[in-house]
């Protein structure tokens, strides 16, 4: 499992950086990504990243103001959240994908996500 950390409450128009770490095969033989969930929604794709960097996706909601980011060496994937919405309120997961870019989860199971609260 990838246990995710760094959430928290923060402003309209704030920022936030999120980290994803999990044991050295998963998080550096896999493709990763990032998710989230409000409540009483469904989880959702935000941002994917492939090994080494080579490809990244981000959904048109995040796009210009999330930055996906991979460091293979610290078994560490991070979400720079920049501009927040109130909207961007969720709880936020990572995962090893299975599947690029639709991010289709490799492993059965979700690790600890971590509330991100956009409020004033």
């Known amino acids: 499992q990838l246990q995710a950390s760094g959430g928290g409450l923060v402003q309209p128009g704030g920022s936030l950086r999120l980290s994803c770490v999990g044991s050295?095969?998963?998080?550096?033989?896999?493709?990763l990504g990032w998710f989230r969930q409000a409540s009483g929604k469904e989880r959702e794709l935000v941002a994917a990243i492939t090994w080494g960097s080579g490809h990244i996706y981000y959904a048109d909601s995040v796009k210009g103001r999330f930055d996906i980011s991979r460091d293979d060496s610290k078994n560490t994937m991070y979400l720079q959240m920049n501009s927040l919405k109130p909207e961007d309120t969720a709880v936020y997961y990572c995962a090893a994908c299975g599947t690029y870019p639709d991010c289709r989860p490799l492993l059965a199971t979700w690790g600890q996500g971590t509330q991100v609260t956009v409020s004033s």
């Open positions: 050295g095969r998963i998080v550096t033989s896999y493709p």
